[in-house]
């Protein structure tokens, strides 16, 4: 029998070579993707842990600010009610707090008053205390976690009224809640709760979560739940630190209560000697399932393409080495560009640095060269003072000059304030009325004829701690501002002045800078110029903003009066309407001092 040969197509070394070429290509990206996607992974749930703790350190910090604000209100209204002796009338009482309460409505949801025996003398609410969970004591307030018979969580704060009363502030920590960590979203199934150091939920987005241990509440709930890994979880938090941690647990919101991996970042918020906690929850799937998923339909299509030809691969190749060079020569420009705008950047600030240091230099020659024309100014003065009689009326004059003289080394005085960040003070007890009755004398001289002035000032007794000469620099800074805006057709320049309470404040739309005090001395000059936009007025007090044309204006005047402003404990505000004028209002607080 005739064999036949078998057919056998030549493998030739090019196509050996390719082959190779592809098969370690593909394991090659098989084995590098992979790789970068356990690191990619891991990163990505590393940075949400970030994020997650950085979240609940920043709910942590707000969640203080609102027990310091509970405690700021609580010992307002007790100094409010021993001031005003309210204790002994229960009507006035009554009005008073429930006036308090409308204040601070859904925020605080009860004011009490129990006697030493906790027996309750006094309460606006109807509600009673079912369950007090924690009690604690923190510089003479006690603090304690409450759950009222309405099934509502408060923070309930106390001090003493005197040896016999206790005035307690309930907080609904519900209505903080929504407020403040229920619209924040923790991916699509996550959530923020709030218990105590005992494992007491505060709050939770289920109502029916509230006020149960975390973890005997859920098991008497779901009594065929595993919760070992979430023991672990509490155990790790009631150290009293900040953490991120994995764990396996259930959606309590979910009636079906599938087990799935979270991750959990809590951290800490002091409260008196002891502690609640704030925990981030979020499905540990939710971090990198999108990504992964994505990923891998990445892959299967660039798998298919490889395999589509190995002259792709090479071309391929080609293109990400190109790339790679192009990718290089990119990275190299935008370091370049960033290394010239650094130095741009630096530049500017050495010029602007070099134009303070300029100006600084120039303040103190304008200041000396003053300095020396009004020394002989005063000299003379005082030489006059003493040749003239006091009946004469050239001693008058002559003391007027030696007043306004001494005004001028004080107001050249002050140029020295304009280079620095922190502007000193020294204050001492004035009369509201007399101060500002000697600045107003002054006024009429910076007004031209067009110009009519209208002052009503009228302060009573009222009593600030300020300085004379800051003052009148700041008055009259704006007075010499509003009759430049009136120019050059001119105008009516009124400065009028009154004592308010910080209510009569409020109902008026200003609020006060401070809750500290009761009375303001509220000073308002105003114009009947060009006004200012909205743009433009969100920028006067800028440190060299100016609407003035160059060389008549610094912008340093409005930043100063600012400052000064600040100095003495009170606030500068303007309002204006382009085509209206503008009005400059100061408060400053009233002190109760006697001068006699």
Known sequence: MKKHKKFSLPLHPLWLVMAVMLIVSIVSLVFLGLSIWKQYRTSVIDNQKEQMLLTTQALSLNMQD?????????????????????????????????????????????????????????????????????????????????????????????????????????????????????????????????KNSDGIILMHPEPHQLGIDVIGGRETLYPDVELDSLKELVEQQNKGGSGVMEYSSYWWMDPELPLVRKIAAWSPVPIGDDFLVISAVIDYDEVYRPLEQGVVRLGFVFLALTLCSMGGIIILGRLILEHRRNRAEITRLEQVNRTLEQLRQQEQALAHKQRL???????????????????????????????????????????????????????ISQLSLLGRKKVEAKLEPLLAQDVFSSILKMVPSLCPDPVELSSNVKFGEAVIEGNRTQLSQVVLNLCVNAVHAMEPQGGTLSITGQTFSREQLLQQGMTPPSTIWEQWVCLKVSDTGCGMDQDTLSQIFDPFFTTKKPGQGTGLGLPLADQLVRAHRGSLTAHSQPGIGSTFTILLPVFPSDIS
Request: aromatic share 8%; charged share 15%; glycine share 6%.
């Open 357 to 411: 240091q300029i100006l600084g230099t120039m303040t103190g020659g304008i200041a000396h060269e003053f300095n020396n024309l009004l020394t002989p100014i005063l000299g003379h003065a005082e030489m006059m003072l003493l040749d003239l009689p006091e009946d004469s009326e050239l001693y008058d004059s002559a003391q007027e000059i030696s007043s306004a003289a001494l005004h001028c080394k004080q107001l």
């Open 66 to 194: 609102f027990m310091e604000d509970t405690q700021t209100n609580l010992e307002t209204l007790c100094l409010t009610i021993q001031k005003t002796g309210t204790l002994q009338q229960p009507e006035d009482s009554t009005a008073f707090i429930q006036a308090f309460q409308e204040i601070h409505t859904g925020k605080i949801w009860d004011v009490m008053i129990t006697d030493s025996q906790q027996q309750v003398l006094f309460h606006l609410a109807d509600t009673t205390i079912e369950t007090t969970f924690q009690t604690t004591v923190s510089d003479g307030y006690q603090l304690s976690q409450v759950q009222l018979n309405d099934g509502r969580i408060c923070l309930m704060m106390g001090r003493h009224l005197d040896e016999e009363h206790i005035l307690w502030l309930l907080a609904d920590l519900q209505y903080y809640y929504e407020h403040q960590m229920s619209a924040l979203h923790v991916g699509q199934n996550g959530y923020v709760l709030v």
